[in-house]
């Protein structure tokens, strides 16, 4: 049976947004400076960020270079970016059915996909080389096997074949710790692979909230998403199991990074709250809900790392 056969039925049609607003496409750039940018999706990249720099601090137990977090921070970016540009190029097609997408750059033609995939490849060259030269050979070496992960394993491969997508292609999401560890010590120790398994378990969760929100829009463009291959309190269930294996998780970095309390009850309470917000949703699904888990999981992330920083700094000093 094609996977597409076992749908779930949607909550709401897809043009209505959250409170039932009407939700057209995204806003679609008219200036070829603007449709770089929105290749490059830069919004995405701020949250790989977000987790770099703290996993830097921890590696360093202190501030590390200023220098050598610019260098790996501008790496990064170029990488995500290339990479989010390569996505869009094979998925034009299927971004074209979908509201959200379809004023993509690559969809409206404002962009060619032969210019994208230059702009592109550039980005990763740059990356790879910046990466070498101000940090080390394995951090872009890291950064690379990131990208190419994503695009031939996530993107072209499993996106419209495996409901289990997300999951084996989250692990491209996974390496900025690995980069951001492996720049400052030029190794992957035991607490870099616990903070990479951390935003492997967080990735499903997070973006199946999102897939439940739009579960007829990636259900028309024949993207197999959890949500949409299976009955919608199976994906939820299954947001529930990775919820509880990522607090786990974070709890298993305390004695391994050897962490404090200020990190330690940061990951109690904001664990919990994540953890709350998926069963809620089980409960009472709809897509309200879902995209609060979805906003929950961005801020979780974001203040869970920001406890790691604030630790090692208040233990450690600058």
């Not at 709401?12 to 806003?27: K, N």
């Not at 979908?98 to 994208?116: E, S």
């Not at 292609?169 to 398994?197: C, K, R």
Request: with cysteine.
């Amino acid at each position: 049976m094609h996977p597409m056969a076992v749908g779930a039925r949607p909550l709401v049609p897809s043009r209505l947004a959250p409170g039932g607003v009407v939700h057209g496409s995204t806003r679609t750039p008219t200036t070829l400076l603007g449709g770089y940018l929105a290749l490059a999706k830069l919004r995405v990249v701020e949250l790989l960020l977000v987790t770099t720099v703290p996993t830097m601090i921890l590696a360093e137990r202190g501030w590390p270079s200023t220098w050598l977090v610019i260098i790996t921070l501008l790496g990064g970016t170029c990488a995500a970016a290339g990479a989010n540009a390569i996505n869009m190029v094979v998925d034009r097609d299927i971004d074209a059915l979908m509201d959200r997408t379809r004023g993509r750059p690559l969809v409206t033609g404002l962009i060619t996909p032969r210019a994208a995939l230059v702009f592109a490849v550039t980005l990763e060259v740059i990356a790879f080389a910046i990466l070498w030269w101000g940090a080390n050979l394995l951090s872009a070496c890291l950064t690379i096997s990131a990208t190419l992960f994503y695009v031939f394993v996530y993107t072209i491969w499993l996106k419209r074949t495996s409901k289990q997508n997300i999951v084996i292609g989250g692990a491209a999401g996974a390496v900025p710790v690995l980069v951001g560890w492996s720049a400052v010590t030029n190794e992957v120790s035991w607490t870099a692979a616990v903070l990479f398994v951390l935003m492997f378990l967080w990735t499903p969760p997070h973006f199946w909230a999102l897939a439940i929100r739009h579960v007829d829009e990636y259900r028309a463009a024949g993207v197999p998403m959890l949500p949409v291959v299976v009955p919608m309190e199976q994906a939820i269930r299954n947001m529930v199991v990775y919820t509880v294996l990522l607090v786990v998780t974070s709890l298993v970095l305390l004695p391994v990074a050897e962490l404090g309390w200020i990190y330690g009850v940061t990951a109690v309470v904001a664990g919990a709250a994540f953890l709350w917000g998926t069963i809620d949703l089980g409960r009472r699904p709809s897509p309200q809900r879902s995209m609060r888990v979805f906003a929950y999981s961005i801020t979780y992330v974001s203040v869970l790392f920001a406890a790691i920083s604030a630790d090692v700094l208040v233990r450690f000093g600058p």
